[in-house]
Structures are given as structure tokens and as C-alpha cells.
């Protein structure tokens, strides 16, 4: 049986480089060699034990490769063919599909808790941080990668670009808006690239890593707030006079983050949740206005499916946005641990690493 080098779950603290079977190819399936894939921020979760998933399984939800084979059924791809699958792999058919709630195509209720949704690979199934992924409901989930652009170029579509513009799609961003992002990590970084796309014509960034302060200027945000350096609450009413903002993306996942983006809403403002919580969630009663304030709070989990796959792909194509600035670092599969180590860590001023097999 042909083996193949991957990235496994061992425990908590522990994510190490076994080798396992490559995985038969069913007829609904695609079976996909990996050219270049990456570490996400719930990975670390994963790797801490905060989010918890089965031993032995193979993580990592970004994938970008080759068609290796293709499953009996499958038709439209060839062998051979560039290609990326969104971190959410959805059926199609499920109910929640024909709902229109692609991303939250899930198996049920796992561990206590349901389970994030349609978010399959790495999850509840073996994920990408491997030398092969297979990719279930092949015909949904495969996008064609455009000749002209590079595995870098698309390697934040399959989650890290479509989380972040969904925090701004699911804020209802308008044209002329105000809107602030809590936590410039590649989801907030993204997330203010999607609010100015949807027509925002302020944003404002909060984080304190010199790094990412400096990333999310060059990448057109209007202020950057280091919380570090005073109250970001009061640095935003100021530089809104007192108004607030129209919409608040939080894309941390801290009790702390939430309620100051709650705290800088206007009136009828909407705050945009992005952040996995490792906890229960309090809202305050001063900050919620005792729920008479006409607020919104929406939550998103990345959309999936070749359909979002190809729109952001678009974006990237037609020069409208341009993520390169993420990929700060860049490992060989076998160097896995390091990578972890490094991106868990948070050191040397990294956003994104780029994983080659």
C-alpha cells in the first residue's frame, strides 16, 4: 500500500510527523497531491487541546494541489489539474445546504458540542498537512486555479481570505461606513481588505504586534490602535467624535476582545464575531444597553464550496486585493514541528507560514 508523510494529532501538545496510508479513492471523491498548504490559528487550538479532535487524526484544512486521481463518479476535472478546496467541504444536498447554510453541512453533535459546521477536513475527517488530502463531494468542493496565478497567491482562499470576508459580509458592511477590526492576525487582516471591498470608507485596525500594525497599513487601513498604549474603546469613540462604529469585527476569540467591540458600536451598530471562544461568553448589561439598543451580533464560519472558492480567486486575478504580504515564513512538510513551534508561539513576526511537501 503506498505510503505518504503527514502531519497527525497525537495529543495535546504534540503534533508529529507519521507516515500513513495514502487514502483510497471513493466515487464521489478526488484524491489531491498537496504543492503548498498552511498552519491556521484553530490548528493551534487543535494543538493545545482547546479544541478537541480525535488522536491519530491528520490535521490542516488549506489545501492547494494537483488532481491525482479522480473518483469514478466525478466528472468536469482531469488528472493533473490545479486545483483548491475550501476548508468547508460541503454535500450539496444536505439541508442545510438547501438552506443556503453551506457551511454548516455537519455530521452532528461530536464531543459534547456540535462540531464547526461543514468544516470536515482536519476535523472529522484527515485534513491537508500532508502529502495527499482526499476531497469529499469532489464535483462541490474542487475550484480551478487560474494559469496565471501562483500557489502563494490563492493559498489564503480555502479559509483565511473567505473567514475574513465573511466577517465583513456577515457585519453587513455599507458604502461609507465605519468599521474596526479587533486583532490583526491574517483573519482580522482579511476582514478589513473584505470591509473595503463592500464599501467601508474607515476602518480601523486594534492590535499591538508591530508587525501586523505595520501589514495592515500597507494593506490600506485607514488607523491602526495599539491596545498596549491606551484603551482602544476610547481611542475609537475619539476617532469616530463620539458616534461609534457601524460595524465591529472580532477575530480574536477573547471575552475581553467581544466586549470592546461591543462597546464601540453606534446605535443599531452590528457586531461581527470571527473568534473561536474557548469559553463561555458574557454579555454586559451597560455595553448590550439591556438589549434595547438595536444591535445585531452575528457569528460566521467561512463559506466553502467551488462557487466562493472562484469569486475570491476573482479578487486575487483582478488585482482588487493582494494577501501576498501574509506569508511570512515558509517550511518543508518535514519541518512541521518547527512550524508549529514558530506559529504557535507567535515569534518572529509571523502571520501565515506557506507548508511545501
Known amino acids: 500500500m503506498p505510503k505518504m508523510m503527514a502531519a497527525v494529532f497525537a495529543e495535546p501538545g504534540r503534533i508529529v510527523l507519521e507516515s500513513r496510508p495514502v487514502p483510497d479513492v471513493g466515487p464521489m471523491d478526488a484524491l489531491v497531491r498537496i504543492s503548498t498548504t498552511t498552519i491556521c490559528g484553530t490548528d493551534v487550538h487543535i494543538l493545545r487541546g482547546e479544541y478537541p479532535v480525535a488522536k491519530g487524526l491528520i490535521v490542516g484544512h488549506e489545501p492547494v494541489g494537483i488532481i491525482e486521481k479522480l473518483g469514478s463518479q466525478v466528472t468536469g476535472y482531469r488528472e493533473g489539474q490545479r486545483v483548491i478546496a475550501g476548508a468547508i467541504t460541503p454535500s450539496g444536498h444536505s439541508y442545510a445546504c438547501l438552506c443556503g447554510a453551506h457551511s454548516q453541512d455537519g455530521p452532528g453533535t461530536r464531543h459534547g458540542f456540535k462540531p464547526a459546521g461543514g468544516w470536515r477536513f482536519g476535523n472529522t475527517i484527515d485534513g491537508c498537512q500532508a502529502e495527499f488530502v482526499l476531497v469529499p463531494d469532489a464535483m462541490t468542493n474542487l475550484a480551478p486555479v487560474p494559469a496565471n496565478l501562483t500557489d502563494e497567491q490563492v493559498l489564503m482562499c480555502p479559509d483565511i481570505m473567505s473567514t475574513g470576508f465573511a466577517g465583513a459580509e456577515g457585519g453587513s458592511v455599507r458604502i461609507g461606513d465605519i468599521v474596526a477590526v479587533f486583532a490583526l492576525g491574517p483573519i482580522g487582516l482579511c476582514a478589513a481588505v473584505g470591509a473595503r471591498l463592500m464599501g467601508a470608507t474607515t476602518v480601523i485596525g486594534v492590535d499591538t504586534v508591530p508587525e501586523r500594525l505595520a501589514v495592515a497599513r500597507k494593506l490600506g487601513i485607514d488607523h491602526v490602535v495599539d491596545f498596549r498604549k491606551g484603551d482602544p474603546v476610547t481611542a475609537i469613540r475619539e476617532l469616530t467624535a463620539g458616534r461609534g462604529v457601524d460595524v465591529a469585527i472580532e477575530a480574536l476569540g477573547t471575552q475581553q476582545t467581544f466586549e470592546n467591540a461591543?462597546?464601540?458600536?453606534?446605535?443599531?451598530?452590528?457586531?461581527?464575531?470571527?473568534?473561536?471562544?474557548?469559553?463561555?461568553?458574557?454579555?454586559?448589561?451597560?455595553?448590550?444597553?439591556?438589549?434595547?439598543?438595536?444591535?445585531?451580533?452575528?457569528?460566521?464560519?467561512?463559506?466553502?464550496?467551488?462557487?466562493?472558492?472562484?469569486?475570491?480567486?476573482?479578487?486575487?486575478?483582478?488585482?482588487?486585493?493582494?494577501?501576498?504580504?501574509?506569508?511570512?515564513?515558509?517550511f518543508k512538510l518535514a519541518e512541521i514541528e518547527q512550524a508549529y513551534d514558530l506559529f504557535s508561539h507567535q515569534r518572529d513576526g509571523v502571520l501565515k507560514v506557506a507548508l511545501t511537501p
Open 262 to 330: 461591543l462597546r464601540v458600536l453606534r446605535p443599531g451598530g452590528t457586531l461581527s464575531s470571527l473568534g473561536v471562544y474557548s469559553s463561555d461568553l458574557r454579555i454586559p448589561l451597560d455595553a448590550f444597553t439591556a438589549g434595547l439598543g438595536d444591535n445585531k451580533i452575528v457569528t460566521s464560519l467561512c463559506p466553502g464550496g467551488k462557487e466562493r472558492m472562484r469569486r475570491l480567486m476573482n479578487v486575487i486575478a483582478a488585482g482588487r486585493a493582494d494577501l501576498s504580504a501574509l506569508v511570512t515564513h515558509r
